[in-house]
């Protein structure tokens, strides 16, 4: 369990927290709740999301239940670190990581190394249930990492898949339930054996 600590003012160096897990865990929700407490504790924050992710809003980091939080859109990586105004900034949070470039891993560690919390929130493994992109780099530099789960519409138990119910084999298609499905490891063997069969 994540427990928030203080900011160390000793050494002046920052961390990075990663919230990770399959689509409709809550990970954006549980951004965007650090995000809030952090303001509530009258620290600046910065918010970024990959341009890409255009499903709710342009300009507003928004959860599935409709929670939300004024975003800035970056087409890279490296936008991020070019666009936080690091004299004033304390908190950085960063949504669907997983849709950015390899740089975003020395990106957030540069943040840190500034003195920066930096709060990451994206998907750890694909539609075909591999790893996604640059987040498990993303979670081995991490001081913490938090997984969580949705609920498997098959099962019932806890879901760690996020199953493409289309035909398409593109690593990113956005989309949300129209789409994508959350499955336990058992729902999701058996529908991956389906779909071989039927192939």
């Known amino acids: 369990m994540f427990l928030e600590i203080p900011v160390n003012q000793h050494d002046n160096l920052g961390w990075v927290e990663v919230i990770t897990g399959s689509m409709f865990s809550g990970k954006t929700e549980e951004l965007i709740r650090r995000l809030r407490r952090a303001q509530i504790a009258k620290q ?6 990959p341009a890409v992710d255009n499903r709710y809003a342009e300009d507003r980091v928004v959860s599935h239940d409709m929670k939300e939080i004024p975003s800035k859109v970056v087409g890279s990586a490296r936008e991020i670190f070019d666009l936080v105004n690091r004299d004033e900034v304390q908190v950085v949070g960063i949504d669907e990581a997983q849709f950015f470039d390899d740089e975003i891993v020395d990106v ?18 694909d539609f075909r249930g591999k790893p996604f992109g640059p987040m498990p780099y993303l ?3 991490a001081e913490y990492v938090t997984k969580v789960h949705a609920i498997c519409t098959e099962t019932g138990n806890l879901a760690h898949y996020s199953y493409r119910k ?4 593109d ?5 949300e339930k129209q789409i994508y499905e959350p499955l336990s490891r058992a729902a999701f063997v058996r529908r991956m054996k389906q779909q071989k069969k039927e192939a």
């Open 44 to 49: 600046k924050i910065e918010i970024f999301k």
């Open 171 to 175: 690593l990113i298609v956005v989309g």
């Open 139 to 141: 979670m081995a530099i």
């Open 166 to 169: 289309t035909a398409a084999d």
């Open 108 to 125: 957030v560690n540069e943040l840190a190394n500034a003195g920066l919390r930096v709060i990451v929130a994206g998907l750890d493994m």
